[in-house]
């Protein structure tokens, strides 16, 4: 077929040539598209229009580009749940209050302890699969041989240079302007928060966090003595920018606020670009810190860049964590911190709290960040959370009742399922334990009782015939405690 090419959206009509092939069953999931070269040559189109109909098509989820292979048509969505709810409207502050979610985190993790594990589901990071195991082992080796003395010497005190300058390097990706000595290497993203926290807070002052709010945020609020006011936050832009402005002008005890903009914790919402811009204004205007928490933004399926929030700060507001957990290396415990107007504070305390990082791991994740090996295991990785996750989805839809919410994310791997009304969520989560099925369920994710309805589940284990018939038994658990 030769297409003519006097119009300018002759790539449309290309996709849409494949589209049809794909929709009657001509192609089917797992066919290989012809190559981008044959398109040319079968549809006299240049090479741009043939690569861009090919991007559309992998936009619009007709087709999955393999590495060196090419592309491949995919499976088809079939996820038809309705989004999850967005918060009520007026929007509603609670009080700000001191957290008890120690007590709901020990009691979540002594009931798993109680009956032995089959699947788990309940985490947020990927399974060793997901990771570029035998690369580090080979980087740490060569680290080894390259510093022999590694294990004995001091290590520097903010990070390894090598390390914290590929860091700068690759957090231009989302719009951030550092040098090797903005930034500090710290145990995880949660160390980085705990700094952050603490640089700019005193025991009962309050914090403003989402809502939903990953538990172990609201663990260090808790930890530090600190009190903690929830903002609405929709699950498809993040926080309530309009709510936070209210929490701001009514609430002077708030210090700090501390948000997740891209791929929250638990919602899988990224804030549109116009209200991080916001969001900084805002605090600034107020005075108040910033603190973004920023584990998840490289997991995104496009490999379009997300902004970090801190890239429209000007003056020092925004308090910026980042970790490898998620991305690179769940093992390492590697995070960092720039910390704006607050980072010589934030090193002094990084100093005097847990001293700093030890330099093998930080040597070899540098090396191999600062390779193009680092570029493929990131489109490797985006692309096999991109398809879990769907397949989880997949499965949710397939097996849970009607009124069952799902808001799919564009990238991460978590999925917040929010359940039709049902008697007891705690006796189903007992009861889903009991049968080895472990689940994060919703009351961890907040002080109140909102999300009691609410399952998180993680999408970055293998998608097995095992997963999947353990979802099929949460939702029979489902079914059984309908109202
Ligand atoms: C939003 C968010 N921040 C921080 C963390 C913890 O990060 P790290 O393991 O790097 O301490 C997690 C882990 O689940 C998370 O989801």
Redesign the pocket.
Known sequence: MSLPDDTQLLYLRLASHYQGAIESGSLTPGDRMPSVRSLTRLHKVSLSTALQACHYLEDKGWLEARPRSGYFVRRPRRVSLQPNSEPEQPLQLDAAQYLGIHERVSEFIASCELYPLKTNLAQ??GSPDAYPTEALKHAATRALRSHPEVLVEPTPWHGESGFRAVLARRALDHGMRLTPDDIVVT?????A?NLALRAVTQAGDTVAVESPC?F??LQIVQSLGLRSIEIPTSPHTGMSIEALELALQTQPSIRAVVV?PNF??PLGSVMPDAHKERLVALCAEHGKALIE?D??SALCDAEQSLRAVQSWDTDGTVIYCA????TLAPGM?L?WITGGRWHARIKMLKFAQSRPNDALSQLTVGEFMASSAYDRHMTRLRNLLRERRERTAESIAAHFPAGTRLSMPRGGMLLWVQLPPIRSPHALFEQALREGIRVAPGWIFSNSSRYDNYLRINCGIQFTAEVDAAIERLAALVYEQLV
């Open positions: 947020a990071f145990h995880g993203c949660t160390e928060v990953y172990g945020l997740v929250q914790n928490d584990s998840y970790s490898l957990h998620k415990r995070g």
